[in-house]
């Protein structure tokens, strides 16, 4: 899938970013943190599908996104923050390729506005798995207290692009912003891992001062994702952390706010579609990532 940023399926490991501490942090968050998996900015077509069922209204449609009135919300531990949840890619993005082909500045360079992301091979599209799983992890941090925004929610013709994805979490003040995928790469390439921010710095991109907050939200989702799931780190990418650095993501490079990607699978790998394609099992996921983000915003 690619990201809110429109990345190539190849994928290749980089590394970590901070190693040492990262891998304390693993240590500390995540139970049995190698072992055989079981579970893309860039991904390939996206196929039709129908839309999952939601654990949540959807808010009516909007120019910009919206959170509930906080007089709704109710209190909690996590009153008072704001998370904004980015569900990648857009159901509709496959009817605009000419739009989404549009070059963005990330800040050191330039890529597409969006991309389409991936499917299972019975096409179950990514954008709509991130959708349904953002709508149960708005659910589940709204449940304690926070503020919660979508990038958007099926309520757009294509997009939003991904300079315009970091901008709204920029803006909004975020305390933490997550942003949903699933990968599209091998079979047999399975488990998830979480993309964390690199230190990038040219052009309109400065991750300097969310390099190290954003390291502990990933870690913290990871070793919320482990146990809540069952699904083991990737046996692909990050070295079996479950954690991934990058610096070719607009999304991360443009943010100035703690942010992650969550690859929650593969989907082309069959045993990883079967989790994917499993309502029960997105509730799991949604819960494993709202746990971690609230073990962060606690610290």
């Known amino acids: 899938?690619?990201?809110?940023?429109?990345?190539?399926?190849?994928?290749?490991?980089?590394?970590?970013?901070?190693?040492?501490?990262?891998?304390?942090?693993?240590?500390?968050?995540?139970?049995?943190?190698?072992?055989?998996?079981?579970?893309?900015?860039?991904k390939g077509?996206?196929?039709?599908?129908?839309?999952?069922?939601?654990?949540?209204?959807?808010?009516?449609?909007?120019?910009?996104?919206?959170?509930?009135?906080?007089?709704?919300?109710?209190?909690?531990?996590?009153?008072?923050?704001?998370?904004?949840?980015?569900?990648?890619?857009?159901?509709?993005n496959r009817e605009h390729t000419e739009e989404i082909n549009e070059q963005v500045d990330i800040g050191t360079g330039r890529k597409e506005c969006d991309t389409t992301g991936t499917s299972t091979d019975d096409g179950y599209a990514e954008a709509r798995f991130t959708l349904d799983v953002s709508h149960r992890l708005r659910e589940l941090l709204q449940a304690q207290g926070a503020r919660v925004l979508l990038t958007h929610d099926d309520d757009r013709p294509f997009g939003p692009c991904i300079d315009e994805?970091?901008?709204?979490?920029?803006?909004?003040?975020a305390d933490a912003v997550v942003s949903v995928h699933a990968d599209g790469s091998a079979v047999g390439n399975r488990g998830f891992h979480v993309i964390l921010p690199a230190a990038v710095k040219g052009g309109g991109a400065d991750t300097s001062k969310i390099v190290k907050s954003s390291a502990d939200l990933g870690a913290r989702i990871a070793g919320h994702f482990v146990?809540?799931?069952?699904?083991?780190?990737?046996?692909?990418?990050?070295?079996?952390?479950?954690?991934?650095?990058?610096?070719?993501?607009?999304?991360?490079?443009?943010?100035?706010?703690?942010?992650?990607?969550?690859?929650?699978?593969?989907?082309?790998?069959?045993?990883?579609?079967?989790?994917?394609?499993?309502?029960?099992?997105?509730?799991?996921?949604?819960?494993?990532?709202?746990?971690?983000?609230?073990?962060?915003?606690?610290?």
Not at 165 to 173: F, L, M, S, V, W
Request: one cysteine or more; a neutral charge; charged letters at 20%.
């Open 227 to 299: 146990r809540t799931t069952g699904s083991a780190p990737s046996n692909y990418i990050g070295g079996g952390t479950g954690l991934d650095t990058r610096d070719d993501l607009g999304g991360l490079n443009l943010s100035t706010v703690p942010k992650v990607f969550v690859e929650c699978g593969n989907m082309r790998d069959p045993k990883d579609a079967a989790l994917l394609t499993d309502a029960r099992w997105r509730q799991k996921a949604a819960q494993g990532m709202a746990d971690g983000i609230a073990a962060h915003l606690k610290g």
């Open 1 to 42: 899938m690619p990201y809110d940023d429109s990345v190539p399926p190849t994928r290749r490991a980089r590394p970590l970013l901070a190693a040492a501490a990262l891998a304390a942090l693993c240590l500390t968050t995540i139970t049995g943190c190698g072992g055989s998996p079981d579970t893309a900015e860039g």
């Open 165 to 173: 994805r970091a901008r709204i979490g920029n803006e909004a003040k």
């Open 45 to 92: 077509t996206d196929a039709s599908a129908s839309p999952s069922a939601s654990a949540s209204t959807s808010p009516s449609a909007s120019a910009a996104p919206e959170a509930s009135p906080s007089a709704s919300l109710p209190q909690g531990p996590l009153t008072g923050r704001t998370v904004v949840i980015d569900p990648g890619h857009n159901p509709r």
